[in-house]
């Protein structure tokens, strides 16, 4: 009897520890935020006449806010995040419109519930919380964080770039994507666009929902070829301004973070 009993104790053991092995690997993925995420209440108010979306990729964000009537940009801003011991902090690259904002590291108390995010603050006797709603989390290829590292020339010349303090960074995050231009030093905004994707067989398609430069562009689809060529992401087709581009995309950590040696 005793043998039996501690049999059983045994395989009730093994049988807890598996249950919170899987518990903890469903808390783990639960706590994934990668996708794209809408903005639909600050400070206990619905948010209606802005649209804005956040898109989170490989410890970076960005989002960028138009007008939900005219789809005139109003503002982006994004930059490194982490998820730490029940803590959300996030550390400003860009801001469009408060570059005070920029290396400044707020730190939220936050709750995820199926596809609901709910982040609260305290700052300068303030206090913010906001609800966003995950729109998708969809993911092909091309998701990811990426930072532009090249260009071709009309003479078939690649021309190398190393990100610095002046980079652009492209997010693409839930069928969404967000590029952005900015000097994270001299806290200069440089230009952003952004809206829905797909990338299907060498055949990438933008449409944009914003842009920072021209809102007259709003509506436009863009087509481009693309390419992953030994971790690059080789990008083109004509511009927005219809000028043909080459483009050379590096993913953000290999490309800019360990450089960094963060």
Do not use: C
Not at 25 to 51: F, H, M, N, P
Not at 66 to 83: C, I, P, Q, R, V
Not at 103 to 113: A, D, P
């Amino acid at each position: 009897m005793v043998g039996f009993l501690g049999k059983f104790e045994n395989e009730m053991k093994y049988l807890a520890l598996i249950s919170i092995y899987f518990i903890g690997l469903g808390y783990t993925v639960a706590q994934d935020l990668t996708g794209a995420w809408r903005l639909v209440e600050q400070d206990g108010k619905k948010v209606e006449s802005e649209e804005v979306v956040k898109l989170y990729s490989e410890g970076y964000f960005a989002f960028g806010a138009k007008d939900s009537m005219t789809g005139e940009f109003l503002s982006a801003g994004g930059g490194d995040y982490e998820l730490i011991e029940g803590k959300y902090t996030e550390k400003f690259d860009f801001h469009s419109l408060r570059p005070e904002k920029i290396g400044e590291e707020i730190v939220y108390q936050y709750k995820l519930k199926g596809d609901i995010l709910t982040i609260e603050a305290s700052s300068n006797g303030l206090k913010l919380k906001e609800k966003w709603k995950k729109k998708t989390a969809a993911k092909d290829e091309l998701s990811g964080a990426w930072v532009f590292v090249g260009r071709k020339n009309e003479k078939g010349e690649v021309n190398t770039y190393a990100p610095s303090a002046r980079r652009t960074v492209k997010i693409l995050a839930g069928g969404r994507f967000q590029w952005i231009a900015f000097n994270d030093e001299e806290k200069t905004f440089l230009g952003t666009g952004g809206g829905t994707y797909s990338a299907i067989g060498g055949l990438y398609t933008e449409k944009i929902d914003f842009f920072s430069r021209d809102n007259n562009r709003v509506g436009d689809v863009l087509d481009f070829k693309y390419a992953i060529q030994d971790g690059k992401w080789h990008h083109s087709g004509k511009s927005s301004k219809g000028q043909p581009i080459y483009e050379i995309w590096g993913d953000y950590q290999e490309s800019y973070r360990d450089q960094q040696g963060d």
